[in-house]
């Protein structure tokens, strides 16, 4: 798979995207980038000694410039076999960058992954969208781990979920695991200084050399010694205490890590 632009950009580096772009990709990757409202950190790397993995993500900006979505999914499985299946889902992205909807959106996305996929291999995804002039951030999550939400008011780190979770029809499966699968999307308000940390499972699924697996309730615990006052600084910061966890037990997995910071209104 290609990169996108700027997708081997040094840690230093700042992308300010452009209305209608689309930055991301499925290659090793870490740098900084400016959205509309929101700043971000990113670090994709991909299981060694492979390239380009299953974990995908994408930052982009819609036409009329005031709305931002970031995506962070995860194709089943690591290594160069399923980077076709990343091209899908970011050809669809692509496609739909405009679209407020995005549970109609990802519902397209697990219809076409379905369709197209083979030998039953499935993704979990989360879709972001931010509103820069309100604050407002709609999220759907299609079976992927849970972010962590930066409350920069209370000055607490919890999970972001889903406040319907007794829907009578099935809802919120991988992607390509059922045709017409119903998803749900939610409306949070994001005040200035608040961080969102989005993560793969290859993170939270971590393993130290006794075995024991990272987990979300140690992921809170190690979001709570982060410092939040920018995206890189958290997203730097989990990344060294996630190899303190880890210590010489190697990766497992694709490990993608997004951070967003919306910056204060007068910056926005």
Request: charged content about 20%; proline content about 4%; glycine content about 8%.
């Given at each position: 798979?290609?990169?996108?632009?700027?997708?081997?950009?040094?840690?230093?580096?700042?992308?300010?995207?452009?209305?209608?772009?689309?930055?991301?990709?499925?290659?090793?990757?870490?740098?900084?980038?400016?959205?509309?409202?929101?700043?971000?950190?990113?670090?994709?790397?991909?299981?060694?000694?492979?390239?380009?993995?299953?974990?995908?993500?994408?930052?982009?900006?819609?036409?009329?410039?005031?709305?931002?979505?970031?995506?962070?999914?995860?194709?089943?499985?690591?290594?160069?076999?399923?980077?076709?299946?990343?091209?899908?889902?970011?050809?669809?992205?692509?496609?739909?960058?405009?679209?407020?909807?995005?549970?109609?959106?990802?519902?397209?996305?697990?219809?076409?992954?379905?369709?197209?996929?083979?030998?039953?291999?499935?993704?979990?995804?989360?879709?972001?969208?931010?509103?820069?002039?309100?604050?407002?951030?709609?999220?759907?999550?299609a079976g992927h781990?849970?972010?962590?939400?930066?409350?920069?008011?209370?000055?607490?780190?919890?999970?972001?979920?889903?406040?319907?979770?007794?829907?009578?029809?099935?809802?919120?499966?991988?992607?390509?695991?059922?045709?017409?699968?119903?998803?749900?999307?939610?409306?949070?308000?994001?005040?200035?200084?608040?961080?969102?940390?989005?993560?793969?499972?290859?993170?939270?699924?971590?393993?130290?050399?006794?075995?024991?697996?990272?987990?979300?309730?140690?992921?809170?615990?190690?979001?709570?010694?982060?410092?939040?006052?920018?995206?890189?600084?958290?997203?730097?910061?989990?990344?060294?205490?996630?190899?303190?966890?880890?210590?010489?037990?190697?990766?497992?997995?694709?490990?993608?890590?997004?951070?967003?910071?919306?910056?204060p209104t007068r910056?926005?």
């Amino acid at each position: 798979m290609a990169p996108e632009r700027g997708v081997s950009e040094s840690a230093n580096a700042v992308h300010r995207l452009a209305c209608l772009e689309l930055q991301g990709g499925n290659q090793a990757s870490v740098y900084r980038a400016e959205l509309r409202g929101l700043s971000a950190w990113v670090s994709c790397r991909p299981l060694h000694p492979a390239a380009s993995g299953g974990d995908l993500y994408y930052l982009s900006v819609c036409s009329q410039g005031s709305i931002s979505r970031v995506t962070v999914a995860d194709v089943a499985g690591h290594g160069e076999g399923v980077s076709t299946a990343a091209e899908r889902l970011r050809d669809a992205l692509r496609e739909h960058s405009d679209d407020w909807d995005q549970s109609a959106l990802i519902r397209r996305l697990n219809n076409s992954f379905l369709e197209d996929s083979a030998d039953g291999t499935f993704a979990t995804a989360i879709l972001l969208s931010h509103y820069a002039d309100t604050g407002e951030l709609l999220f759907t999550n299609a079976g992927h781990p849970p972010p962590l939400w930066y409350r920069a008011a209370l000055q607490e780190w919890s999970f972001l979920v889903d406040v319907t979770p007794y829907s009578k029809e099935i809802a919120d499966l991988p992607l390509g695991v059922i045709a017409g699968t119903a998803y749900t999307q939610t409306a949070v308000q994001l005040e200035p200084d608040d961080l969102l940390l989005v993560y793969t499972d290859g993170v939270s699924e971590a393993h130290d050399i006794r075995g024991e697996m990272l987990g979300l309730d140690r992921l809170q615990e190690i979001a709570g010694g982060l410092p939040t006052g920018s995206a890189s600084a958290a997203g730097e910061a989990f990344l060294g205490a996630l190899a303190d966890f880890r210590g010489s037990e190697p990766a497992a997995d694709d490990e993608t890590v997004v951070t967003l910071h919306r910056r204060p209104t007068r910056h926005a």
